[in-house]
């Protein structure tokens, strides 16, 4: 059972290069979720997709860009890394009216130099 | 004001302890509560859900305040393998977008033999 599957697991980024992090859901979830965590700070949305077709901004978007590929895949991309940016990814789904359980995958560890 | 505030802790208890969590949280239309777990450097997983007449999971108990806005887990006879750190969570609805998980920074757990 895969649940959420993110990848990369690790990655290092110079000042204004881009990456785009992956994430898929094989549990048939109609909503997905970026989050990021930082030390001392409780996870923050970054965006959401309520269903395929659609994303929204969550918390803190600036600097990110997302795309809803299918019903199973969430992309999240930074054109212009920085610093700041350097934090911990999560990935999320959530099934249909429940959207107050959420299942993560393990997680993007980035650094920003 | 933050959504969720916790006590980050440290807490560190003997193995065979009792130990107790605090969170309080600032949206009255709240409306899920949630204890997540996270193990160092992995993703959140659910503990427990919290509903309004409390509730017991073996050695975890967890109980809401609605007119105090606060939420409380108890760990009875603590095992090593309690040693993590407990995420408070709640749920919002808004309406017809949709709703939104928001977490506390966490309460870090050390159970020692």
């Known amino acids: 059972n895969a649940g959420v599957t993110q990848t990369p697991k690790f990655q290092v980024l110079k000042t204004g290069q881009s990456m785009t992090l992956q994430c898929a859901q094989d549990?048939?979830?109609?909503?997905m979720y970026w989050y990021r965590q930082d030390p001392g700070m409780g996870l923050r949305l970054i965006y959401y997709s309520a269903s395929e077709g659609t994303t929204d901004k969550g918390e803190v978007p600036n600097g990110y860009n997302v795309s809803r590929l299918n019903k199973r895949e969430f992309s999240l991309r930074l054109e212009s890394a920085a610093p700041s940016q350097t934090s911990v990814y999560f990935c999320?789904?959530?099934?249909?009216?429940?959207?107050?359980?959420?299942?993560f995958g393990a997680g993007t560890r980035l650094s920003v130099l | 004001r933050k959504e969720v505030e916790q006590d980050p802790g440290p807490f560190n208890v003997p193995e065979g302890a009792t130990v107790a969590f605090n969170c309080t949280y600032s949206n009255s239309a709240s409306q899920s509560f949630f204890w997540y777990r996270q193990d160092c450097r992995k993703e959140p997983k659910l503990l427990m859900s919290v509903y309004s007449s409390g509730n017991e999971d073996g050695r975890f108990t967890a109980q809401l305040n609605r007119a105090s806005q606060y939420i409380s887990l108890l760990i009875r006879d603590s095992k090593l393998s309690d040693s993590a750190t407990y995420l408070c969570?709640?749920?919002?609805?808004?309406?017809?977008?949709?709703?939104?998980?928001?977490f506390g920074r966490g309460t870090q757990l050390t159970v020692w033999p």
């Open positions: 969570v709640v749920y919002v609805d808004r309406g017809s977008t949709l709703g939104r998980l928001y």
């Open positions: 549990m048939n979830h109609n909503s």
């Open positions: 999320a789904s959530s099934d249909w009216g429940r959207e107050d359980i959420q299942y």
